[in-house]
Nanobody, 129 residues
Framework: EVRLEESGGGAVQAGGSLKLSCEVSGFTLDDYGIGWFRQVPGKEREGISC????????YYTDSVKGRFAISSDNAKNTVYLQMNRLKPEDTAVYYC??????????????????????WGQGTQVTVSS
């Protein structure tokens, strides 16, 4: 059974940092790309970063580039999202997901939530000003 479980969310002041984890089971992380998305109530889910463990590509959306860093520890079957210099607009529920195609070949593929078919339950990140 494919499972993804996010953790590491919480409340932090602007300028602070959090590190999210996405622990996966039921498949081998070496053979997949993983995406991080976030969503606020009333808005569409936003793709923010991906790592493709097949080709080694990494993607970031402009709003998090230079502040967030994605990494993968395949031995622990865990993908991380280090979030630095957090802003109030980063407040959202954060999700990790894997694509139906297994790999993520482009930025457009990374941010297209319709291309992902397995999702975690999400973890809340709240950034206060």
């Amino acid at each position: 059974e494919v499972r993804l479980e996010e953790s590491g969310g919480g409340a932090v002041q602007a300028g602070g940092s959090l590190k999210l984890s996405c622990e996966v089971s039921g498949f081998t992380l070496d053979d997949y790309g993983i995406g991080w998305f976030r969503q606020v109530p009333g808005k569409e889910r936003e793709g923010i970063s991906c790592i493709d463990n097949i080709e080694g590509n990494i993607y970031y959306t402009d709003s998090v580039k230079g502040r967030f860093a994605i990494s993968s520890d395949n031995a622990k079957n865990t993908v991380y999202l280090q979030m630095n210099r957090l802003k109030p607009e980063d407040t959202a529920v954060y999700y990790c997901a894997i694509p139906a195609a297994r790999y993520i070949s482009s930025y457009d593929s990374c941010v297209d939530s319709d291309a992902f078919d397995f999702w975690g339950q999400g973890t809340q990140v709240t950034v206060s000003s």
